[in-house]
């Protein structure tokens, strides 16, 4: 997952898109080709060719052919635990202002999905320190940043954040499990001084004791939010009614998130 380019190689992760639903990332193989009930793609036919074309199947159908952007791959995250969705680790990543050269600790890693997400932005020099108590998920998230080209931004680590975090000066520590406000502390010793710290977390009733524990800690200009997305259908099958709205169903609820600074006492 590299900047977005505008020619299609062989070896590119592609996002093939058939419809809202209908979409897939596939890797170029010169030689293969990438099999739907709708047709064939021979991916020779597309090598050299420019991002954005539309490219007829073999059944005559025809997709699109993008670079997928972090959102994208988000979606096609193997995922062994619930992962971030794209809209709260968007507002994640402007509250904290992590980016290219931060230096963020995050735990749990689950899925690798917001640690992809983290690894993507802090490119190219800074880098993620990612905690996970559980070996198989750590093995299972490194392949996934592997894949993406982002396992270089990440230091992974099978450990129990709660033995503590090795890293100081960091910018941002970022959790997402289920006791955050007992790792308070510790994100309080690893943060540089007015660093952030967010987590994100499914109940209120965690929310509170996180925020009882951030005032405990000196932590301050705390803030709590919850983040809706509707998304729109465009279109009707029936092209005499047009029925541009909100789509019937929506995700009701993903999670909390709460955003704190470090206060400095007695300087
Ligand atoms: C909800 S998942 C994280 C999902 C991740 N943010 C993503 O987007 O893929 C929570 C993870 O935290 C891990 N975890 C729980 N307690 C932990 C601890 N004390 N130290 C490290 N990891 C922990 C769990 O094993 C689990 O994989």
Known sequence: MKKLKSVIQDGDYILIVYDEKRRWIVQVK??????????????????????????????HKNFLIFPPTPADF??????????????DASFILVNTGIGPGSRV???????????????????PNGKVYTYEIRAEFLK???????????EEFV???????????????VDSVILDLAIPWDIVPLARDALKPGGILASFSPTIDQIQKTTTALKKNNFGDIQVFE?????????????AIQATRPHTQMIGHTGFMIFARKIEINK
Do not use: M
């Open 74 to 87: 988000l979606f096609k995250t193997v995922r062994k635990t619930q992962i971030i969705y794209p809209k």
């Open 30 to 59: 010169t030689g293969q080709a990438f099999h739907t009930n709708k047709g064939i793609i021979e991916f020779d036919k597309l090598i050299g060719k420019p991002y954005g074309i539309q490219l007829p199947s073999s059944k």
């Open 227 to 239: 983040l809706l997305l509707r998304s729109w259908q465009i279109s009707s099958k029936n092209k």
């Open 155 to 169: 230091e992974f680590k099978n450990k129990d954040i709660l033995e503590g975090i090795e890293e100081k000066n």
């Open 140 to 150: 299972k998230a490194q392949k996934t940043l592997q894949r993406l080209g982002l």
């Open 105 to 123: 600790v995050e735990a749990g890693t689950g899925s690798g999905g917001l640690c992809s997400i983290l690894a993507y932005y802090i490119r």
